[in-house]
């Protein structure tokens, strides 16, 4: 028997409205979490399991399916972002405790100024949003490394979002239990993130690969170092304006910024 949508007033004599695609309504109960909870997260040929399986395989032809179409059986990339680094700053502030660590080892070093200590602070507690907001940026550079080859901006937004899922991933799997067996070297534990970040380039390079699997490997390398050159000139150009705002702090406000970061 047919019943009016919830939603849109569509007659539906199925499991789905036709016009807007609303589920028929039944009523929220423990098997209606659990079916929820199968079907978004656990299942391996449907949602998160499923994405995190084929971005492990080939995140470049992932992302090209993706922004080609097909998308019924994909986790949202840049939610599926979003979440991989809710887990991975759960993990490394949470359980590893990595914020104690780095705030013992700058208190050791006399480095842990006020600025410091508050960096460290708010970026344990945002580190999924900061890492997300840099993604617009990293697309706008792979926008223009990767210009002719026919993509829009937004885009290269989902293909950075998968990038970024695959490094968090790389990080869940092989650089947080490095920092768990070596946690009591604090100098070490620092240095292992730092050197994740060397993993980036062939990260891209892979995922580039998959994604342009027509074009040759000379190309790609060659805009893969393009992205890495607009990268650093990108993060050169925010470092100068952070130092020019520092320098307009200090005119204005003197001995009370140089306190607070440390400086005097």
């Known amino acids: 028997m047919a019943e009016s949508c919830l939603n849109c007033g569509w007659l539906v004599d199925g499991n789905y409205c036709g016009n807007c695609g609303q589920k028929k309504f039944n009523r929220i109960d423990r098997r209606y979490v659990l079916n929820e909870l199968e079907s978004s997260i656990l299942q391996t040929n449907k949602g998160f399991l499923y994405s995190i399986k ?43 405790g990595l914020l104690e660590i780095m705030k013992s080892l ?35 550079v792979t926008k ?24 968090l991933i790389m990080n869940i799997v092989i ?29 891209m390079l892979w995922f580039f690969r998959g994604f342009y699997d027509k074009k040759p490997f000379k190309s790609i390398f060659g805009r893969v170092l393009l992205t890495v050159i607009y990268t650093i000139i990108g993060l050169l150009i925010l470092l100068l304006i952070g130092i020019i705002i520092g320098i307009i702090a200090v005119m204005i406000k003197g001995p009370e910024v140089l306190k607070y970061f440390g400086t005097q």
């Not at 080609?68 to 993990?91: E, M, T, V």
């Not at 490394?145 to 490094?167: D, P, Q």
């Not at 920092?179 to 620092?190: A, E, G, Q, R, T």
């Open 144 to 167: 223009l490394a990767f210009r002719k080859w026919g993509h829009n901006y937004c885009e290269h937004i989902v293909m950075n979002s998968y990038i970024l899922s695959l490094y």
């Open 175 to 203: 650089i947080y239990p490095l920092i768990y067996i070596f946690k009591n070297s604090k100098d070490l534990v620092i240095q292992i993130p730092s050197l994740s970040m060397l993993a980036l380039p062939i990260i």
């Open 106 to 140: 700058y208190l050791e070093q006399e480095m842990l100024s006020g600025f410091m200590n508050d960096y460290l602070t708010i970026s344990s507690r945002y580190n999924s949003v900061m890492m997300l907001l840099l993604v617009p940026f990293y697309a706008l």
């Open 54 to 96: 084929r971005i492990i395989r080939n995140p470049g032809r992932t992302a090209k399916e993706f922004i080609d179409g097909n998308r019924i059986n994909h986790y949202k990339p840049i939610l599926l972002a979003f979440l991989l680094c809710g887990i991975s700053a759960f993990i490394s502030f949470q359980i590893l």
